[in-house]
């Protein structure tokens, strides 16, 4: 998953840490770790703050601290759908590494389908959005939503919001909106998707 404990790397002595890294570097796939990325990898695990997100880059990788573990994947690039307007049958492409987005209908409680079949907006996140998802009993802030969920600082922002208007009605494939919902309804489904979080690695 790409993804290297703090608690497991900062057991080792220094030497031990830089040949882990590297190791995970290649593991990944990834260009060979340049000595200068690889000391402000190892000098920004004691003093970054528990709730920082501190990045490191080199040509063709990075590697972000979350919690308690590091992250080591491929650049992150910004995704490109706002404004795209997604319809049942009509699937939207979210950029590259974002994978595609599109309606399907089920029996199942899902987007009223008079609402999904005049199209929806895509949008990133801007702030200040608020939702009550299917199952809850009060309206909750979006920001409290991601961070419950555990969903990576570096992907809340890129997460497609699909909207109505100016009423939000679902966040990616993560909840949809009570107040839009209907049986049969249209689930959001989310191909080839990247990691959002940990429970999408098995982490």
């Given amino acids: 998953s790409g993804r290297l404990p703090l608690a497991g790397l900062c057991s080792l002595p220094p030497p031990a840490q830089a040949r882990v890294l590297r190791r995970a570097v290649e593991l990944a796939g990834l260009p060979k770790l340049p000595a200068r990325s690889l000391r402000a990898i190892l000098d920004s695990i ?11 880059r080199w040509p063709g990788g990075e590697c972000r601290r979350y919690r308690d573990s590091l992250y080591i994947g491929e650049p992150t690039n910004p995704p490109d759908f706002e ?59 979006l920001k409290n939503l991601l961070q419950e969920r555990g969903v990576y ?46 429970t999408d690695t098995g982490a």
């Fill in 153 to 198: 600082p570096w992907m809340r922002d890129a997460l497609p919001l699909l909207y109505a208007g100016d009423e939000l009605v679902a966040v990616a494939d993560l909840w949809i909106a009570a107040g839009t919902a209907a049986a049969p309804g249209y689930g959001v489904h989310w191909r080839d998707a990247p990691p959002i979080s940990r």
């Fill in 83 to 141: 404004g795209q307007m997604l319809l049942p049958g009509r699937p939207a492409g979210l950029g590259r590494g974002f994978g595609i987005l599109a309606l399907e209908l089920s029996p199942a409680v899902g987007i009223d389908p008079g609402l999904a079949g005049r199209g929806l907006c895509l949008r990133a996140r801007r702030g200040g959005e608020t939702i009550r998802p299917l199952g809850h009993a009060h309206r909750r802030t």
């Fill in 46 to 56: 004691p003093e970054a703050r528990e709730d920082a997100s501190p990045l490191v």
